[in-house]
């Protein structure tokens, strides 16, 4: 079973800053944190990763919280092409074989 | 442009018949997996793979089998279609080693059994 926490749905206006909030109360160590989207049943699509640290990338930041019980998937400037379903995925890294994919946050970018 | 590969897009075939679903990947990957997706639900992991002659089952059961004879390809094999089959199957790559274990995803192949 996943071992993390998202809402089901949000919603966004276009050009607004999107937070997609992700509960992993479990997480521990040297376990990582991923964030992957899925756009209408295409391949999964990797975003962003971290252990510790806020991570920036050219898609998206994310933000963990000091005691790493939680993080947020920031888009800064969310467009109709980020409507998709957002999977927060922890714990994983070094020690895991796979990713376990949840049930995710379907995000709804409307004009 | 991808990096993994699979054939078919889309693939319509009667209850009985053998299938087999073709995953391959340039990008020199040891691990590969195998997920299936029915519309508007969870991905579930069936089968994966280390490398060259290693195959694990994953979480959830599956009537499918795979073979890991080249490290670029893995592919899914239904001895028996069904359409309990009829789903979406998605295969992925990563790298092995100290760095996180970022997965790549092919497009999938939209299975319909009739």
């Known amino acids: 079973d996943a071992k993390t926490t998202q809402p089901p749905s949000m919603d966004c206006a276009e050009g607004r800053a999107a937070n997609l909030p992700c509960n992993h109360s479990?997480?521990?160590?040297?376990?990582?944190v991923y964030w992957y989207r899925q756009i209408h049943s295409q391949g999964p699509q990797y975003i962003i990763h971290?252990?510790?640290n806020n991570e920036t990338n050219e898609m998206a930041s994310l933000i963990i919280t000091e005691d790493r019980k939680s993080s947020t998937l920031i888009l800064p400037h969310a467009t109709l092409r980020d409507t998709a379903v957002y999977y927060c995925i922890g714990p994983a890294g070094p020690g895991y074989s796979t990713l376990t994919f949840g049930k995710g946050t379907m995000l709804l970018v409307s004009p | 442009e991808a990096d993994i590969y699979q054939t078919p897009r889309y693939l319509v075939i009667g209850t009985g018949k053998k299938i087999t679903l073709e995953c391959s990947q340039t990008?020199?990957?040891?691990?590969m997996y195998w997920y299936q997706q029915d519309p508007g639900m969870e991905l579930h992991l069936i089968h994966y793979s280390y490398g060259v002659n290693s195959t694990e089952k994953g979480d959830l059961s599956s009537e499918s089998t795979v073979s890991r004879i080249r490290t670029e390809h893995f592919p899914l094999t239904l001895e028996s279609a069904r359409p309990s089959h009829t789903s979406q199957y998605l295969c992925?790559?990563?790298?092995?080693?100290?760095?996180?274990?970022?997965?790549?995803f092919g497009s999938g192949t939209r299975l319909t059994v009739v």
């Open positions: 992925a790559s990563s790298e092995v080693g100290d760095r996180a274990y970022g997965y790549t």
């Open positions: 479990t997480i521990s160590g040297n376990e990582y």
């Open positions: 971290g252990l510790k």
């Open positions: 990008m020199g990957h040891d691990k």
